[in-house]
């Protein structure tokens, strides 16, 4: 059964930084694409970013809104997906998921997500 | 930009009752390699989303034959067939040329 468990959420001041880590299971982590996906209360989902696995050189695709701010990591050998977040705004207050390609689209498979709260 | 519009915003639906949900996009859809690259995820009461289609008109793995979806490049729309309880939630459409969603529809039930 494919399990991800994203950690490292909470309350951080604008202007500050945090890393969501996401540890994956029952599936062949270094096989697949990663993503991470946000969900502001009561709105759509919004891709963040996705990196690519060893075969394709672990190359990575952001979302304007964040590109420069935020960075997408894994380890292969932990099977963790990570996402740096920097210089964070109240506008970033979300809930934030990791999702795995299951061979169906980038999205196949999603964690349970984690909230991030950017406030004074 | 591409852009998802989906309607209706809510839809409610008595159980055995079909119900359908129309995303229209901006720009087609077509990719170069002849893929559709419309999704559907359904969001249930605080759950995260979960894949239903995939390229437009493919069934994910382990969801029930009463959803379909069809389309043309542009225009699309996810069938329930015999609404049941459980597929309350909030209906989003997806493309992956530029990975953006729909704003939603919600499903309830009368």
């Known amino acids: 059964e494919v399990k991800l468990l994203e950690s490292g959420g909470g309350l951080v001041q604008p202007g500050g930084s945090l890393r969501l880590s996401c540890a994956a299971s029952?599936?062949?982590?270094?096989?697949?694409?990663m993503s991470w996906i946000r969900q502001s209360p009561g709105k759509a989902p919004e891709w963040l970013s996705f990196i690519r696995n060893k075969a394709n050189s672990y190359t990575t695709e952001y979302n304007p809104s964040v590109k420069g701010r935020f960075t997408i990591s894994r380890d292969d050998t932990q099977n963790v997906l990570y996402l740096q977040m920097n210089t964070l705004r109240a506008e970033d207050t979300a809930i934030y998921y990791c999702a795995s390609d299951g061979g169906y689209s980038l999205f196949d498979y999603w964690g349970q997500g984690v909230m991030v709260t950017v406030s004074s | 930009d591409i852009v998802l519009t989906q309607a209706p915003l809510s839809v409610s639906v008595t159980p055995g009752e079909s119900a359908s949900i129309s995303c229209r996009s901006s720009k087609s859809l077509l990719s170069s390699k002849g893929i559709t690259s419309l999704y559907w995820y359904l969001q249930k009461p605080g759950k995260s989303p979960q894949l239903l289609i995939y390229r437009m008109s493919n069934l994910a793995s382990g969801v029930p034959d009463r959803f379909s979806g069809s389309g043309s490049e542009t225009d699309f729309t996810l069938k329930i067939s015999k609404v049941e309880t459980e597929d309350v939630g909030v209906y989003y459409c997806a493309q992956f040329l530029e990975f953006t969603f729909g704003s939603g529809t919600k499903l309830e039930i009368k």
């Open positions: 029952g599936f062949t982590f270094a096989d697949f694409y």
